[in-house]
């Protein structure tokens, strides 16, 4: 597995850092390289990140200010493009890494942050997206953990890249983890065989 360091100025829209965006261009190429340009990217907490104007991209926010596919919640937005038949080869999982981070988001568009968002936020919506998910597609996940979307959803770590904060030390580090669906079974070969 690859790991990285780098002392970087990160802000609150972490695509327009030029070192992340060095590793998700990267990981982009390869994908769009063994899909012939075909590959489907979703992003499904966008906001003004770059992938808005990115050909065979989805692009949900829960905020209707940003100009995405979708504006609803993860779960649903999961559920949605689900029932919509999608296959995902890249998907680029950047949500608030903090419960007061997503309390932020909620309060800034004037919505009330309910019970059940609190409790194991993401999992819900990460198992749905990760069944639309071939073996070999790839999740690039951001935040203050390297957790995520796990050996039990099909997926095996390949690389972790720590942002250090350059203006103050005392802040967290932005974790970037770059995982790779591997097959699961003997059908799943068949499958990708054909």
Not at 131 to 158: C, D, H, N, Q, V
Request: negative net charge.
């Amino acid at each position: 597995m690859k790991m990285t360091h780098t002392i970087t100025n990160i802000s609150s829209e972490p695509f327009s850092n030029p070192h992340i965006r060095k590793v998700i261009d990267r990981i982009l190429n390869e994908v769009m390289f063994n899909t012939c340009g075909n590959g489907i990217v979703c992003d499904p907490f966008a906001r003004a990140a770059f992938t808005n104007h990115l050909p065979n991209c989805i692009t949900n926010d829960l905020n209707k200010e940003f100009n995405t596919d979708f504006n609803l919640e993860f779960k649903e937005f999961a559920y949605t493009i689900q029932g919509r038949g999608f296959s995902i080869d890249l998907l680029l999982f950047d949500p608030p890494y903090s419960l007061r981070q997503l309390k932020d988001c909620y309060d800034g568009i004037g919505k009330d942050l309910e019970l059940w968002q609190t409790h194991n936020m993401w999992k819900e919506g990460k198992d749905e997206l990760a069944k639309m998910m071939p073996s070999g597609s790839y999740a690039i996940s951001l935040g203050w953990t390297t957790a995520g979307f796990g050996k039990k959803r099909g997926f095996e770590k390949t690389e972790i890249h720590v942002f250090e904060q350059a203006a103050r030390e005392d802040r967290y580090s932005l974790l970037l983890t770059v995982e790779r669906k591997v097959q699961q079974t003997l059908k799943e070969f068949d499958q990708n065989d054909m």
